[in-house]
């Protein structure tokens, strides 16, 4: 299991999004952090770094760090509706 990191602004962005999105939103990343690649898309070239958590109406983009500890980070959510 992977530590889910991210600072204030990403948590006020999560707690903003509309109920049902933030629940889906809710459950995918609880996936990506059970399991980042297949869970999450490559961002771009993939790096093996930097994953995008696609969902109907909302996208994050990770960042997986393996050493010295697993840790999922978020960087960025975007609400599409």
Do not use: N
């Not at 990403?10 to 869970?39: H, K």
């Amino acid at each position: 299991m992977y530590e889910l990191r991210y600072d204030p602004i990403i948590e006020a962005v999560w707690d903003s999004l509309p109920e049902e999105a933030r629940d889906r939103f809710d459950r995918a990343i609880l996936a990506a952090c059970e399991d980042p690649y297949g869970a999450t898309e490559p961002y771009g070239i993939d790096d093996g770094i930097t994953r995008t958590l696609v969902l109907p109406d909302t996208t994050a983009v990770l960042l997986i760090s393996h050493a010295p500890r697993k840790i999922l980070r978020i960087l960025q959510i975007t609400h599409l509706g």
